[in-house]
C-alpha cells in the first residue's frame, strides 16, 4: 500500500522527532522527522501540537510543546521528583537560544593570532580536532561547566583516552559547601533539605528561593513549609535582601564573613539554656574544650556579628524549641577566607536540632544508580591558578572549552585571556560568541539542549535515586528556499566521540543512554515497569526520567562531630589602595535572577526579566544602603565609581533599605564587551567578576568572592534605571481615572475622593505634555 499525499500531510502536521512506527503503508520503520522550514507554508500549519519530555540544562524536568517541529513552549514535568511540575524562569530561555539570531551558524576557524575567524565545513573541523587531540596526548584539557551523569562519564572517559583531564568551572563554585559537608556529616553529596516537613528554618547566606543550588525545588517546598495549620517559621542571615530574606519572618542582618559566628552564639545560647535533649548537647561539644563555647556567648559577640543580643537569643529560643528545625547556608556565608568555618558552624547547628537523618531535617542522599557521576563542582581558584600557569607555560597542548567562559568568569588578576593566547589549539563549544571565544582557534557550534540526548544524576538530588533524560524534541530550522539547515550545530560529546574514534567504548550520546537505561531496566525496580526494555525505554522518555523512592541513603545521625569551633577564624577582607577618596564597602556580589552567570546574557528575555527585588531590568546595578547614599550625596540612578586594588568599574546606584550599611552588592553576568555575547548582551553593563581581588578560602583554596573591600565614589552625572517600580514619590502619584486606587483624605467621601484624584491626574497627564 502506497502512502498519499493526503495521508503523509495527517502525518507531518502531528508528529515530530519521536519514533513513529507504521505498517504496510509505505514508508520504513525508523523515524518520520518534520522539518520547520523558516517560511513555513500556510497550509502545512494544522494547529495540532505534541509534548515531550525532556531535562534542562539546569537539571530540571520540563516538557516542551512542539508544533510543526518547532519548540512553542516549555513547561514544569509535573512528573519529575526534583520541581513537580514547576519551572525556572532560565527554563523559558532555551527558545530564544534555539532561534537566536546571532547564533553560531557553522564551524569557524582561526588561522592564526588577530586574524578573523572564517567558516570551514564540518568534515574540516573534525578532521582538525581529531588531530589536535591526538597530539595533545598527555596535554589535553576539557573544560566545561559542572556536569554529572552521562555527560560528565562520557566527557570523562575522553579526556582518559587521551591521558588529559576534565575540569569543571563555576564562577560562583560550591567546593566551600562540599568541604563542609564532608566534614560533618561524611557524606560526599548535598544532602536533601526537608524544608517542607520543618516548622523552623534558619538559612545562612545562600538565597535558596532566588538562585542558590536548586531554588525551583526549595520554592516548592517552601510553599508546603508555609502552608497547614502551622505555618512555619523562618530566620534568613545575610548582608543584603535577596529574595530568600525577603521571604523570611525574621531577616538577620550578619556581617560579610561571621555567619559561622552567629552561628556558634545561636548554639552558646541553646548548650547554656540546655534547650535541647542531653544526648544532643553531647554529640555537639565532644570535640569542644570545656569553656570555650561561652566565648561565643552573644554579648561578647554581638558588636562584630552585627546581630543584636536580643535576636541572637530569640533565634536560639526559636531554632531549638520549635522543631523540627533545621540549619542550612552556602553563597556568601561560604566565600570568605574562613569559609569552611562559617558553612562547618551552621551544619553542626542541625547536630544540636536532633534532625540529622529525621523528617523536617537534613537528609542523606545515595550515590547515582549505575555508577554514574552524582556529584560536581567548579574546580577552586587554587587550582585554577596552577592550571593557567601550566597553559601559559605551554605544558597544555590543546584546550576545549563547553559551557564556560573563562574571560568573563574569573577575576582580571590571572589574566585567562592571556593563558589561552598560549595554548596552540583552543576549541570552543557555544552558541553564541562569548569572551574566551576571542581567543580560540575553532569555534564549533553546539546545540542547544532541547536538540541532544543525555542522561543526568540531579544534585541535589530528593533523599532517592533519580535519573532525568534527555532527548531532542526539535530539528535544526531550515532555510525555506535551499533546504540547508540555518544552524549546523552539533552535540558537544557526540563531536568528542567522533574526534577519540577507538579510544572510547561508546559510539553515541544516544547509545550511551539506551545502554544505561537497559541495565536500569535489568534491575527491574523503580518509577517504569514494562515487559521489555524497549518500552521501559519509551516509559522512560514519557516520564522524563527514572527513580526509585524506595533506593535511599544511610541516615544515622554522627554521635559526635569535630569541633565547630577548631577553625574559628574571622574574615580576612582585601586591602584598599591608599590615598583614593571614597567610602570603604564590602562587596558582595550576587547572581542574577535571570542571568544568573551570565550564560543567558544572549537571550532578550533573560535581560527583560525585572530583578524581583529592584525591579530593574537590562543593566548593572549598585545596591548601597539609603541612609549611607544619602550621607554621600547619592542618588538612585547617580553613575558611582567601584574599585579595587585590580581595577574599576562604572555602575548606577540603587539606594535602598535592604542592605547593610558597610555592603554594596552587584549583581554578576552582564559586562560583554562589543559584538561578544550577542546583540541583547554586548556593551552592557559591567562585569563585576573582573575586579575581585584573589582572596581564598584558607582550608580549600577557593575563590572568596565576597571577601573583596572596595573604594566607592561618585563618578558624575545619572540615568533613570529601565525599572517596572518607581521611587517612594511614584508611589503616590495620583492613579490614571479608571484604575481602584484612591487617596481619601480625613473627611472626604470615597466619591469627593475619586473627583479630586480625577483632578490631580488630568493635571500630572498635562504637566507631563
Same mark, same amino acid.
Given at each position: 500500500?502506497?502512502?498519499?499525499?493526503?495521508?503523509?500531510?495527517?502525518?507531518?502536521?502531528?508528529?515530530?522527532?519521536?519514533?513513529?512506527?507504521?505498517?504496510?503503508?509505505?514508508?520504513?520503520?525508523?523515524?518520520?522527522?518534520?522539518?520547520?522550514?523558516?517560511?513555513?507554508?500556510?497550509?502545512?500549519?494544522?494547529?495540532?501540537?505534541?509534548?515531550?519530555?525532556?531535562?534542562?540544562?539546569?537539571?530540571?524536568?520540563?516538557?516542551?510543546?512542539?508544533?510543526?517541529?518547532?519548540?512553542?513552549?516549555?513547561?514544569?514535568?509535573?512528573?519529575?521528583?526534583?520541581?513537580?511540575?514547576?519551572?525556572?524562569?532560565?527554563?523559558?530561555?532555551?527558545?530564544?537560544?534555539?532561534?537566536?539570531?546571532?547564533?553560531?551558524?557553522?564551524?569557524?576557524?582561526?588561522?592564526?593570532?588577530?586574524?578573523?575567524?572564517?567558516?570551514?565545513?564540518?568534515?574540516?573541523?573534525?578532521?582538525?580536532?581529531?588531530?589536535?587531540?591526538?597530539?595533545?596526548?598527555?596535554?589535553?584539557?576539557?573544560?566545561?561547566?559542572?556536569?554529572?551523569?552521562?555527560?560528565?562519564?562520557?566527557?570523562?572517559?575522553?579526556?582518559?583516552?587521551?591521558?588529559?583531564?576534565?575540569?569543571?568551572?563555576?564562577?560562583?563554585?560550591?567546593?566551600?559547601?562540599?568541604?563542609?559537608?564532608?566534614?560533618?556529616?561524611?557524606?560526599?553529596?548535598? /544532602?536533601?533539605?526537608?524544608?517542607?516537613?520543618?516548622?523552623?528554618?534558619?538559612?545562612?547566606?545562600?538565597?535558596?528561593?532566588?538562585?542558590?543550588?536548586?531554588?525551583?525545588?526549595?520554592?516548592?517546598?517552601?510553599?508546603?513549609?508555609?502552608?497547614?495549620?502551622?505555618?512555619?517559621?523562618?530566620?534568613?542571615?545575610?548582608?543584603?535582601?535577596?529574595?530568600?530574606?525577603?521571604?523570611?519572618?525574621?531577616?538577620?542582618?550578619?556581617?560579610?564573613?561571621?555567619?559561622?559566628?552567629?552561628?556558634?552564639?545561636?548554639?552558646?545560647?541553646?548548650?547554656?539554656?540546655?534547650?535541647?535533649?542531653?544526648?544532643?548537647?553531647?554529640?555537639?561539644?565532644?570535640?569542644? /574544650?570545656?569553656?570555650?563555647?561561652?566565648?561565643?556567648?552573644?554579648?561578647?559577640?554581638?558588636?562584630?556579628?552585627?546581630?543584636?543580643?536580643?535576636?541572637?537569643?530569640?533565634?536560639?529560643?526559636?531554632?531549638?524549641?520549635?522543631?523540627?528545625?533545621?540549619?542550612?547556608?552556602?553563597?556568601?556565608?561560604?566565600?570568605?577566607?574562613?569559609?569552611?568555618?562559617?558553612?562547618?558552624?551552621?551544619?553542626?547547628?542541625?547536630?544540636?536540632?536532633?534532625?540529622?537523618?529525621?523528617?523536617?531535617?537534613?537528609?542523606?542522599?545515595?550515590?547515582?544508580?549505575?555508577?554514574?557521576?552524582?556529584?560536581?563542582?567548579?574546580?577552586?581558584?587554587?587550582?585554577?591558578?596552577?592550571?593557567?600557569?601550566?597553559?601559559?607555560?605551554?605544558?597544555?597542548?590543546?584546550?576545549?572549552?563547553?559551557?564556560?567562559?573563562?574571560?568573563?568568569?574569573?577575576?582580571?588578576?590571572?589574566?585567562?585571556?592571556?593563558?589561552?593566547?598560549?595554548?596552540?589549539?583552543?576549541?570552543?563549544?557555544?552558541?553564541?560568541?562569548?569572551?574566551?571565544?576571542?581567543?580560540?582557534?575553532?569555534?564549533?557550534?553546539?546545540?542547544?539542549?532541547?536538540?541532544?540526548?543525555?542522561?543526568?544524576?540531579?544534585?541535589?538530588?530528593?533523599?532517592?535515586?533519580?535519573?532525568?533524560?534527555?532527548?531532542?524534541?526539535?530539528?535544526?530550522?531550515?532555510?525555506?528556499?535551499?533546504?540547508?539547515?540555518?544552524?549546523?550545530?552539533?552535540?558537544?560529546?557526540?563531536?568528542?566521540?567522533?574526534?577519540?574514534?577507538?579510544?572510547?567504548?561508546?559510539?553515541?550520546?544516544?547509545?550511551?543512554?539506551?545502554?544505561?537505561?537497559?541495565?536500569?531496566?535489568?534491575?527491574?525496580?523503580?518509577?517504569?515497569?514494562?515487559?521489555?526494555?524497549?518500552?521501559?525505554?519509551?516509559?522512560?522518555?514519557?516520564?522524563?526520567?527514572?527513580?526509585?523512592?524506595?533506593?535511599?541513603?544511610?541516615?544515622?545521625?554522627?554521635?559526635?562531630?569535630?569541633?565547630?569551633?577548631?577553625?574559628?577564624?574571622?574574615?580576612?577582607?582585601?586591602?584598599?589602595?591608599?590615598?583614593?577618596?571614597?567610602?570603604?564597602?564590602?562587596?558582595?556580589?550576587?547572581?542574577?535572577?535571570?542571568?544568573?552567570?551570565?550564560?543567558?546574557?544572549?537571550?532578550?528575555?533573560?535581560?527583560?526579566?525585572?530583578?524581583?527585588?529592584?525591579?530593574?531590568?537590562?543593566?548593572?546595578?549598585?545596591?548601597?544602603?539609603?541612609?549611607?547614599?544619602?550621607?554621600?550625596?547619592?542618588?538612585?540612578?547617580?553613575?558611582?565609581?567601584?574599585?579595587?586594588?585590580?581595577?574599576?568599574?562604572?555602575?548606577?546606584?540603587?539606594?535602598?533599605?535592604?542592605?547593610?550599611?558597610?555592603?554594596?552588592?552587584?549583581?554578576?553576568?552582564?559586562?560583554?564587551?562589543?559584538?561578544?555575547?550577542?546583540?541583547?548582551?554586548?556593551?552592557?553593563?559591567?562585569?563585576?567578576?573582573?575586579?575581585?581581588?584573589?582572596?581564598?578560602?584558607?582550608?580549600?583554596?577557593?575563590?572568596?568572592?565576597?571577601?573583596?573591600?572596595?573604594?566607592?565614589?561618585?563618578?558624575?552625572?545619572?540615568?533613570?534605571?529601565?525599572?517596572?517600580?518607581?521611587?517612594?514619590?511614584?508611589?503616590?502619584?495620583?492613579?490614571?481615572?479608571?484604575?481602584?486606587?484612591?487617596?481619601?483624605?480625613?473627611?472626604?467621601?470615597?466619591?469627593?475622593?475619586?473627583?479630586?484624584?480625577?483632578?490631580?491626574?488630568?493635571?500630572?497627564?498635562?504637566?507631563?505634555?
Amino acid at each position: 500500500m502506497k502512502l498519499s499525499r493526503r495521508e503523509f500531510m495527517t502525518l507531518a502536521g502531528g508528529s515530530t522527532v519521536g519514533a513513529v512506527i507504521f505498517t504496510a503503508c509505505g514508508v520504513p520503520a525508523d523515524e518520520l522527522l518534520v522539518e520547520a522550514p523558516l517560511d513555513l507554508p500556510e497550509d502545512l500549519v494544522t494547529g495540532i501540537d505534541s509534548w515531550f519530555a525532556t531535562t534542562d540544562d539546569s537539571g530540571l524536568g520540563v516538557i516542551v510543546r512542539v508544533m510543526e517541529g518547532r519548540a512553542k513552549k516549555i513547561a514544569g514535568n509535573p512528573d519529575y521528583p526534583i520541581n513537580l511540575g514547576k519551572h525556572a524562569v532560565h527554563s523559558d530561555f532555551a527558545l530564544q537560544a534555539l532561534y537566536h539570531p546571532d547564533r553560531v551558524e557553522g564551524p569557524m576557524r582561526r588561522r592564526s593570532a588577530g586574524q578573523a575567524l572564517v567558516p570551514i565545513s564540518w568534515d574540516e573541523a573534525n578532521s582538525l580536532l581529531a588531530q589536535w587531540m591526538t597530539d595533545a596526548d598527555g596535554s589535553l584539557a576539557i573544560v566545561t561547566n559542572p556536569i554529572r551523569g552521562g555527560d560528565a562519564r562520557i566527557a570523562g572517559d575522553v579526556a582518559s583516552a587521551f591521558n588529559g583531564r576534565l575540569m569543571f568551572f563555576d564562577p560562583l563554585d560550591q567546593g566551600v559547601l562540599h568541604e563542609a559537608i564532608k566534614t560533618v556529616f561524611r557524606q560526599d553529596r548535598i /544532602p536533601e533539605f526537608d524544608i517542607a516537613n520543618a516548622h523552623t528554618v534558619l538559612s545562612f547566606g545562600g538565597d535558596w528561593l532566588g538562585t542558590w543550588l536548586s531554588p525551583v525545588r526549595y520554592s516548592t517546598k517552601y510553599g508546603d513549609f508555609r502552608g497547614g495549620e502551622h505555618r512555619g517559621f523562618m530566620m534568613h542571615a545575610e548582608s543584603r535582601m535577596s529574595i530568600t530574606a525577603a521571604a523570611a519572618d525574621r531577616w538577620l542582618t550578619v556581617n560579610p564573613g561571621y555567619e559561622g559566628d552567629l552561628a556558634i552564639s545561636i548554639a552558646s545560647v541553646i548548650v547554656k539554656e540546655k534547650l535541647v535533649p542531653e544526648a544532643n548537647i553531647s554529640a555537639y561539644t565532644a570535640n569542644i /574544650p570545656e569553656g570555650e563555647l561561652e566565648k561565643w556567648a552573644p554579648e561578647l559577640v554581638t558588636d562584630k556579628i552585627g546581630v543584636s543580643v536580643e535576636r541572637i537569643n530569640d533565634a536560639a529560643h526559636k531554632f531549638a524549641g520549635e522543631g523540627p528545625s533545621i540549619a542550612f547556608g552556602g553563597g556568601s556565608a561560604g566565600a570568605q577566607t574562613n569559609g569552611v568555618f562559617n558553612l562547618t558552624a551552621i551544619y553542626a547547628l542541625n547536630i544540636l536540632a536532633g534532625t540529622v537523618g529525621k523528617k523536617g531535617g537534613i537528609q542523606f542522599n545515595p550515590a547515582g544508580p549505575q555508577g554514574l557521576p552524582d556529584s560536581a563542582t567548579g574546580a577552586s581558584f587554587e587550582v585554577w591558578e596552577k592550571e593557567l600557569s601550566h597553559w601559559r607555560a605551554g605544558n597544555v597542548k590543546t584546550v576545549i572549552l563547553r559551557g564556560v567562559d573563562l574571560v568573563h568568569g574569573l577575576p582580571r588578576s590571572v589574566d585567562a585571556g592571556g593563558a589561552l593566547d598560549s595554548v596552540d589549539n583552543v576549541v570552543v563549544f557555544s552558541g553564541v560568541l562569548d569572551e574566551s571565544s576571542a581567543h580560540a582557534n575553532l569555534i564549533l557550534p553546539e546545540n542547544s539542549y532541547l536538540e541532544n540526548w543525555g542522561l543526568d544524576v540531579p544534585e541535589p538530588a530528593p533523599g532517592y535515586e533519580v535519573v532525568g533524560i534527555r532527548q531532542p524534541v526539535v530539528n535544526a530550522p531550515l532555510d525555506g528556499d535551499t533546504r540547508a539547515r540555518l544552524y549546523d550545530s552539533r552535540n558537544f560529546l557526540d563531536t568528542l566521540i567522533q574526534a577519540a574514534g577507538s579510544r572510547v567504548s561508546v559510539n553515541s550520546v544516544k547509545e550511551f543512554v539506551e545502554d544505561t537505561v537497559a541495565d536500569i531496566f535489568s534491575d527491574g525496580r523503580g518509577s517504569v515497569t514494562a515487559g521489555d526494555a524497549r518500552l521501559f525505554m519509551n516509559g522512560v522518555l514519557q516520564r522524563g526520567g527514572w527513580w526509585d523512592v524506595d533506593a535511599t541513603a544511610s541516615t544515622g545521625s554522627p554521635s559526635s562531630i569535630p569541633s565547630p569551633i577548631a577553625k574559628a577564624a574571622g574574615p580576612g577582607l582585601s586591602d584598599i589602595e591608599e590615598r583614593v577618596e571614597g567610602h570603604v564597602f564590602t562587596l558582595v556580589p550576587f547572581a542574577h535572577q535571570s542571568l544568573l552567570d551570565g550564560r543567558n546574557a544572549s537571550t532578550p528575555w533573560a535581560q527583560a526579566t525585572p530583578d524581583p527585588i529592584t525591579t530593574v531590568a537590562w543593566s548593572t546595578w549598585a545596591e548601597i544602603n539609603f541612609d549611607k547614599a544619602k550621607e554621600m550625596g547619592i542618588s538612585e540612578g547617580q553613575w558611582i565609581k567601584v574599585r579595587t586594588t585590580v581595577g574599576e568599574i562604572t555602575v548606577q546606584a540603587y539606594p535602598h533599605p535592604g542592605i547593610s550599611p558597610d555592603v554594596i552588592g552587584i549583581p554578576i553576568g552582564q559586562g560583554h564587551k562589543k559584538e561578544i555575547g550577542g546583540r541583547y548582551a554586548e556593551d552592557r553593563g559591567e562585569n563585576v567578576l573582573n575586579i575581585l581581588v584573589d582572596k581564598k578560602e584558607s582550608e580549600t583554596g577557593a575563590l572568596a568572592w565576597a571577601a573583596t573591600r572596595v573604594v566607592v565614589s561618585k563618578s558624575g552625572g545619572k540615568k533613570e534605571f529601565p525599572k517596572f517600580e518607581g521611587d517612594a514619590k511614584d508611589i503616590i502619584r495620583p492613579a490614571e481615572h479608571g484604575v481602584p486606587i484612591l487617596i481619601i483624605e480625613p473627611g472626604q467621601t470615597a466619591h469627593e475622593a475619586e473627583e479630586h484624584n480625577h483632578e490631580l491626574h488630568l493635571r500630572f497627564i498635562s504637566n507631563d505634555e
